[in-house]
């Protein structure tokens, strides 16, 4: 069982843990003039990271809260960590913080063919509302535009399956 901890992103190591997801995960990561930016925009911008024994950031997510919205930005975990349900516990986790402030929906685009992503996300209600052409490069594909409403029930990040919250 993996233990886990989510918190804000708090320094520069945290920073650098990220990239470091994020280079593992994503084919066009983003740059850190990007983070450090979202970092400094904090009346929208919420970024999370989730600590495990092994490692300070194992998975993060970045997300907008902008008035009863939430955009997920990007959420990731460490290859080598993935399946043990960290990208659950962290999708909760934002969707909780999201209602504590007042967020009633939220939104994210995700690859088409990013089928364990899709699965998450429509475990937690999400659905599909629309597609951006030719969103994603590297290779080029089209994103699907999902978006989930306040009241479709999702597990709480201390209630999934397989891992615990200290």
């Known amino acids: 069982m993996v233990e ?4 804000p992103l708090g320094d520069a190591a945290d920073l650098e843990g990220v990239l470091d997801v994020d280079v ?17 925009n904090r009346d929208t911008s919420r970024m999370f990271v989730l600590r495990t024994a092994g490692r300070p950031v194992a998975g993060y997510c ?5 008035l009863d919205e939430i955009h997920i930005n990007n959420i990731a975990v460490r290859p080598e960590l993935r399946g043990q349900g960290l990208g659950s516990a ?20 995700v690859r088409r063919s990013n089928d364990d992503a899709r699965r998450l996300y429509e475990r937690f209600g999400f659905r ?3 597609v951006r052409r030719d969103y994603y490069t590297d290779p080029t594909e089209d994103a ?3 978006w ?3 009241g479709v ?14």
Do not use: C, D, K, N
């Open 90 to 109: 962290l999708l909760a986790h934002v969707l909780e913080e999201g209602r504590a402030a007042g967020a009633s929906r939220a939104t994210l685009e």
């Open 4 to 7: 886990w901890i989510i918190e």
């Open 148 to 150: 989930r409403e306040e």
């Open 24 to 40: 593992q995960s994503f084919t066009r990561p983003w740059t850190r003039a990007m983070y450090e930016s979202e970092f400094l």
């Open 153 to 166: 029930p999702h597990p709480s990040a201390g209630e999934i399956p397989g891992i615990r919250h200290p």
């Open 62 to 66: 970045a997300a907008w809260f902008v």
């Open 128 to 130: 599909v509302a629309g």
């Open 144 to 146: 699907l535009v999902l």
